[in-house]
């Protein structure tokens, strides 16, 4: 089993609908991030999690919703974005989250595209 | 707040060439994390390396290399007779002491040609 796992691995959705993405780390750590990758900007960090509590919320849109049920499992619930959103979005995870020290391990991504 | 420039957009040699990637940071702290990440085309961040403030040693794994230079605050990396395999997106990345926000360079794709 890969360190970190991501499903969907591509997701085409209409702006009115609702979808979810799954990120499972299977590395026992504590601290799980999303990533949004957009073709014209760098690596935008999203939201971090460190023992299942957010810890920081980038001045994200409310039609982005995180979850993370344990340290284990992290969600994005998706519901009526923009073609603006299409990107692709990558989970990581790391030993312990306020330990900056810690190198990320990334999962493959989901490439998501809003029509 | 902290910023990572990586200057060069796309770089592409021929096999067996040396080439180095810039990396050049901002930040007030004074005790920070560098990185270094591979993004091949499968899209998962590959973690290379990372560096603290406080060691300015250069370290040489294989044919990567990796000079950190506090002085110009750069922290470039060198692959030495570069392959095919090589080929992909290498991301700097900057973190400050005690926080969640690790910030991430453009990105360099370098290509190595046959």
């Known amino acids: 089993e890969t360190g970190v796992t991501q499903t969907p691995r591509h997701l085409v959705m209409g702006m009115t609908n609702k979808k979810s993405l799954k990120c499972e780390q299977h590395?026992?750590?504590?601290?799980m991030y999303w990533y949004k990758q957009s073709a014209k900007k760098p690596l935008e960090l999203m939201f971090v999690y460190n023992f299942k509590e957010q810890t920081e919320n980038n001045s994200v849109p409310s039609r982005f919703s995180p979850e993370c049920p344990n340290s284990s499992h992290l969600f994005l619930h998706l519901h009526t974005l923009q073609p603006e959103d299409s990107a692709l979005y990558l989970c990581a995870s790391s030993q312990e989250g306020r330990q900056s020290y810690n190198e990320q391990f990334f999962g493959p991504g989901t490439r998501l595209t809003v029509l | 707040a902290q910023k990572v420039t990586q200057a060069q957009t796309e770089i592409s040699v021929v096999e067996k060439e040396d080439v180095t990637l810039d990396c050049v940071y901002e930040t007030r702290d004074t005790t920070y994390y560098l990185f270094w990440y591979k993004q091949p085309p499968s899209g998962e961040l590959v973690f290379l390396i990372r560096?603290?403030?406080?060691?300015?040693q250069n370290e040489i794994s294989g044919r990567y290399s990796w000079n950190f230079q506090k002085s110009t605050s750069s922290f470039n990396f060198t692959i030495t007779a570069s392959q095919v395999v090589d080929s992909a997106v290498y991301f700097c990345a900057l973190s400050e002491a005690f926080t969640n926000d690790m910030r991430f360079g453009a990105g360099t794709r370098l290509t190595v040609k046959p």
């Open positions: 560096r603290n403030s406080f060691d300015e």
């Open positions: 590395l026992g750590h504590n601290a």
